[in-house]
């Protein structure tokens, strides 16, 4: 507004920059409230007014259109204001429920769980969202920590519904099942009940305890890393692949049952195709295993915080597939 005027008077009445005072209550609508927006167009018609008065345009037509022209404008910008507060409250009001739902379905894991040290990263593909298909839950049993991460087929608020499914049966046997095994049924079981036609569910589970080996059930999922403390990384590949969960009724045997040794000093991180799968402008796959030294921080959360900010770059933008990655590591002092 200040702009428009100095260019008016400086240019003169002929030119007719007058009715361009309108744009101040039109951006004031954008960005701020109907109050804020009233008192700019109240403004902008002084102004308006007054260089109406110093040009002379109120001999002619000229100087009342353009009152009028900043009186619609302002009302406009009010009424645009105060739809958008409206819708302002609205969505502050769903993403708080929303927030409530994602805090109950991937609650943050525990910083400690039994001899262990646990962090984790979960980063959504689509936006503004913080939980997708990708699920991860650590509980701590008397068998031992008890660790699954996994990834649902497609995406979406059904994808959600089904990780919310295994997260529920995965939490209660894993406190009641005595073994991974017992565990992985009821998985099964749950699934089975939950999904319809070809979806399913790739899966890990782990069970840690303090012989210094860890077990793992792999149902078709990327396998665990595990990072040794000269920052030697290796796979934890199952003896031979599994269907994923879901897919049981085509007849096929479920996972065998194999270990992995996992000593203090050692870092085992489980991760979802995300991680793995994501590509560089020359399509070519993240180095996972490459990248291991960059764990080497002595907090779990800030050493898995500088893997994902890699992972970023080499994304070069948004993730197109949900990333979850979970790193666990010995607790010593």
């Not at 993403?95 to 991937?106: C, F, N, T």
């Amino acid at each position: 507004m200040a702009v428009v005027a100095v260019v008016d008077v400086t240019a003169g009445p002929s030119v007719g920059f007058l009715p361009l005072v309108s744009l101040g209550p039109a951006f004031a609508g954008l960005v701020g409230g109907w109050r804020r927006t009233a008192l700019i167009g109240a403004l902008a018609l002084v102004l308006c007014a007054g260089l109406g008065l110093y040009d002379g345009l109120f001999d002619t037509r000229r100087g009342y259109t353009s009152m009028a022209s900043v009186a619609g404008v302002t009302a406009a910008g009010v009424a645009a204001a105060v739809m958008r507060q409206r819708r302002e409250a609205e969505l502050a009001g769903v993403r708080s429920i929303a927030e409530v739902a994602q805090r109950v379905l991937l609650r943050p894991v525990p910083r400690s769980a039994g001899h262990l040290r646990v962090a984790v990263s979960y980063t959504s593909a689509v936006a503004e969202a913080r939980i997708g298909g990708d699920l991860y839950e650590v509980v701590t049993s008397p068998g031992g920590v008890r660790v699954v991460v996994g990834d649902v087929q497609g995406k979406g608020l059904e994808a959600v519904e089904t990780a919310a499914v295994v997260l529920g049966a995965f939490r209660e046997a894993a406190h009641d099942e005595p073994d991974l095994m017992s565990v992985s049924a009821r998985l099964e079981r749950a699934v089975d009940r939950t999904l319809r036609g070809e979806k399913f569910v790739t899966a890990v589970l782990a069970e840690i305890t303090s012989t210094g080996r860890v077990t793992f059930l792999n149902y078709g999922h990327p396998p665990p890393m595990i990072v040794r403390p000269d920052g030697a990384a290796r796979f934890a590949e199952p003896p031979q692949y599994a269907l994923p969960l879901g897919l049981a009724a085509h007849g096929t045997p479920g996972p065998e049952p194999y270990t992995a040794p996992f000593a203090p000093g050692d870092q085992l991180l489980l991760y979802t195709d995300g991680v793995s799968e994501a590509r560089d402008r020359e399509r070519n796959f993240y180095p996972l295993a490459e990248r291991a030294g960059l764990l080497k921080d002595p907090d779990p959360e800030a050493a898995l915080e500088a893997l994902r900010h890699d992972l970023s770059r080499h994304a070069e933008g948004p993730p197109h597939d949900d990333a979850a990655m979970l790193l666990i590591r010995h607790r010593t002092g």
